[in-house]
């Protein structure tokens, strides 16, 4: 595709259920980071894969919150046990290289935990 | 550890003027990136414009410019010639190179620019 997309755009859950938000970068972009975005803030990092080694996993709010990135290109956030302070968006960029490349950020997934 | 500082929840200007957003860092580092991002209702970031910390001239992208002023740690962003399409949320971004080598992200709270016809 021609830019980053995620999937779903948008999630309910109901407290205590998990849930799995996927991330499809920019073909051949070798960086990927997530960020929540909580209503009228701006985006808190979570974590950070070079192709599929996660370096950087120090923005996890709890361990309940679980990424991966198995073949260095698609990526799943999964969040276990949600709790309603979970629901924000949850964005996804990813960048051609490692240095300080623009990163492209898809729409978002906005979770709702009831 | 860093932070960034948007201090105006929200801006307007007239269409055709000129508006300044404010943002402020805090750091200890010498070799990091600022940037400004743009977010328009539909949720999706875009980037405006970037500077490396170790040049000294502002950098320009056609109606964008930035005020860099490294002792300060200010980093202003000017829109120009305002357009209606410049309405947005728009973020202050630093760009940390942390010790273990990636490449964390720090985000301001953002300001919100409207634009009146």
């Known amino acids: 595709g021609a830019g980053v997309s995620q999937s779903p755009r948008y999630k309910v859950a109901k407290r205590g259920q998990d849930v799995a938000l996927r991330c499809d970068p920019i073909?051949?972009?070798?960086?990927l980071f997530w960020y929540q975005q909580a209503l009228g803030q701006g985006p808190e990092f979570l974590t950070y894969f070079q192709n599929e080694a996660q370096l950087d996993k120090s923005g996890l709010p709890s361990d309940r919150f679980f990424a991966e990135r198995p073949e260095g290109s698609v990526s799943t956030l999964k969040i276990q046990r949600t709790q309603q302070e979970d629901s924000a968006v949850y964005l996804c960029?990813?960048?051609?290289?490692?240095?300080?490349?623009?990163?492209?950020f898809g729409p978002g997934t906005r979770l709702t935990v009831l | 550890a860093q932070t960034v500082t948007q201090s105006q929840p929200e801006m307007s200007v007239q269409e055709a003027e000129t508006v300044t957003l404010s943002c402020t860092y805090d750091?200890?580092?010498?070799?990091?990136?600022l940037f400004w991002y743009k977010q328009p209702p539909s949720r999706q970031m875009i980037l405006v414009i970037r500077q490396e910390a170790y040049k000294q001239q502002n950098a320009t992208e056609n109606r964008f410019s930035v005020n860099f002023q490294k002792a300060a740690k200010s980093f202003s962003l000017k829109i120009s010639d305002s357009q209606l399409g410049d309405a947005a949320m728009y973020f202050c971004?630093?760009?940390?190179?942390?010790?273990?080598?990636?490449?964390?992200?720090?985000f301001g709270t953002g300001t919100r620019l409207k634009v009146l016809a």
């Open positions: 073909s051949g972009h070798v960086s």
């Open positions: 750091t200890s580092e010498s070799d990091y990136y």
């Open positions: 971004a630093y760009r940390s190179r942390t010790t273990s080598g990636t490449y964390k992200y720090i």
């Open positions: 960029a990813s960048s051609w290289g490692t240095s300080y490349n623009e990163q492209f």
